[in-house]
């Protein structure tokens, strides 16, 4: 299984950036797709996921400005990110998580300037 994140970039605060995460392969007993991201010299954190019952989370601090969807013909996720702070610059990973298995893909940056 393979996952390739797109779509970063550098955005003005306020503006909006959608991340795509395209991941090839059989996952055995799907259970989620989530998106984290990391500062450098931070520790990663979540910021949003999506089950294999569509049941959806979201870190306090993106609520009601991320949204996480997914399509499941062309095996992607997407996440929506509306309202960019400067505080949302960071580099953003994709996971999907199986029965027994873990992929992470590479990171896509994300610039916002104020």
């Known amino acids: 299984v393979q996952l390739q994140a797109f779509g970063g970039g550098a955005v003005q605060t306020g503006g909006s950036l959608r991340i795509s995460c395209v991941y090839s392969?059989?996952?055995?007993?799907?259970?989620?797709t989530a998106w984290y991201r990391q500062v450098t010299g931070k520790e990663r954190e979540l910021v949003a996921a999506?089950?294999?019952?569509?049941?959806?989370r979201y870190d306090d601090s993106v609520k009601g400005r991320f949204s996480i969807s997914r399509d499941k013909t062309a095996n992607t996720v997407y996440l929506q990110m509306d309202n960019l702070q400067p505080e949302d610059t960071a580099v953003y990973s994709c996971?999907?998580?199986?029965?027994?298995?873990?992929?992470w893909g590479q990171g896509t940056q994300v610039t916002v300037s104020s």
């Open positions: 996971r999907i998580v199986g029965g027994t298995s873990d992929y």
């Open positions: 392969g059989e996952i055995v007993n799907y259970v989620l």
């Open positions: 999506i089950t294999s019952s569509d049941s959806i």
